[in-house]
């Protein structure tokens, strides 16, 4: 089983900058589809970010495209998610997840197997 570590959420400002990392138990993190989601209190949990273990491959949500960017260094077993112009509606528990490649990075959370416990990012007024 992979096991998933995210890190750096704490409070931001709004229009400030934010990089979150997730760190992966095993090497053989190169051969998934790495996502980010996100859940803010009482809501569903949404898709954010992917990429393919090329790291050439990404798609976004349309509410975060051009403000975040995901990327991964398979040498460090870690996948990133870079986050700029946050605003409070940025505010939510950001989770890591890994699943099976597909043609097409998926976009739905029952498509990723393993999960990390979150992080929290909260953006201020």
């Known amino acids: 089983q992979v096991q998933l570590v995210e890190s750096g959420g704490r409070l931001v400002q709004a229009g400030g900058s934010l990089r979150l990392s997730c760190v992966a138990s095993r090497s053989t993190i190169y051969s998934y589809d790495m996502g980010w989601f996100r859940q803010a209190a009482g809501k569903e949990r949404e898709f954010v970010a992917g990429?393919?273990?090329?790291?050439?491959?990404?798609e976004y949500s349309d509410s975060v495209k051009g403000r975040f960017t995901i990327s991964r260094d398979n040498g460090k077993n870690t996948v990133y998610l870079q986050m700029n112009s946050l605003n409070p509606e940025d505010t939510a528990v950001y989770y890591c997840?890994?699943?099976?490649?597909?043609?097409?990075?998926?976009?739905?959370?029952?498509?990723?197997?393993?999960w990390g416990q979150g992080t929290q990012v909260t953006v201020s007024s």
């Open positions: 997840a890994a699943g099976n490649p597909r043609i097409r990075i998926g976009t739905k959370s029952d498509l990723f197997t393993y």
């Open positions: 990429v393919k273990g090329n790291n050439i491959n990404r």
